[in-house]
């Protein structure tokens, strides 16, 4: 079954699906590597964000073909399990307070589109191909694809990735605002590192509030979501030590020290 490697490079953890040789699927192994990944890194408080990438011509092509045999044969005892546990997965990764980047180097569908999905940001490269594909084979979306896609591509996209079985290169992922960039294949980890980089000399409790805010933004009316932004504005302002460290280090002119990254 597919291995989830783990590599920290000063403040980035990255995770990678490597076994090529299955076009690094998905299966119950998988999941306890992706999990076991998550909890380590939600563990150490030096890490600033988490890269999510494959080796070979695939970042993810969904659920592994042995391990689907075992699911149509017993839906009620293997599928439904698993599925509960790869959406237990996804939603943990995306309410992480780490920001999490999808390297996209090759070939992802179905469930790899709905891991990428799951992601704050994805990087592609050009000759990625983003696909859904439950539908071409007479299978319903099980892990998220079709909630999320509608969120972020909107509705006529993601029913043309859905319902039509639309293929998108990486320049065609930015084009339809799932991915942030996409670059020629040999520059895409530097694309990565550009953004981890970003991300990294920041404050890890206003990142973690940033992002809750932003996650719940589609689905609160905008009063909803201004009486949370206001609650946790207050709350950060009260509880987190960080909160005057950012203009305190401006008014000194130097560097801000975060008391959590």
């Not at 494959?54 to 659920?63: K, L």
């Not at 996209?104 to 592609?124: H, K, Q, S, T």
């Not at 071409?136 to 694809?145: K, T």
């Amino acid at each position: 079954m597919t291995r989830v490697d783990t590599k920290v490079t000063g403040s980035v953890m990255t995770i990678t699906l490597n076994s090529p040789e299955r076009m690094n699927s998905l299966s119950p192994e998988t999941l306890d590597g992706l999990n076991a990944a998550l909890d380590a890194a939600e563990r150490d408080d030096s890490l600033s964000s988490l890269v999510i990438t494959g080796t070979g011509r695939a970042f993810c092509v969904g659920m592994d073909i042995g391990f689907l045999g075992e699911c149509f044969a017993d839906p009620p005892g293997v599928f439904l399990p698993f599925i509960r546990r790869l959406h237990a997965f996804l939603d943990r990764l995306e309410a992480c307070p780490l920001p999490s980047v999808a390297a996209i180097n090759g070939l992802a569908r179905a469930g790899g589109f709905e891991l990428l999905l799951a992601c704050d940001f994805v990087i592609a490269a050009d000759d990625a191909k983003v696909g859904d594909t439950h539908s071409d084979f007479g299978i319903v979306p099980g892990a998220g694809a079709s909630q999320r896609a509608p969120r972020k591509l909107g509705d006529q996209r993601a029913r043309a990735l859905l319902l039509a079985g639309r293929w998108l290169t990486g320049p065609e992922m930015v084009d339809w605002g799932l991915a942030l960039s996409s670059v020629p294949p040999a520059e895409l980890m530097d694309e990565v590192t550009r953004l981890t980089d970003a991300l990294g000399d920041r404050s890890r409790a206003v990142t973690a509030i940033i992002k809750r805010l932003l996650n719940a933004a589609p689905d609160a009316t905008l009063d909803e979501g201004l009486r949370l932004e206001r609650e946790l504005f207050t709350r950060f302002h009260e509880e987190v030590a960080d909160a005057d460290e950012g203009y305190r280090a401006y008014v000194e002119k130097r560097r801000p020290v975060w008391n959590t990254r």
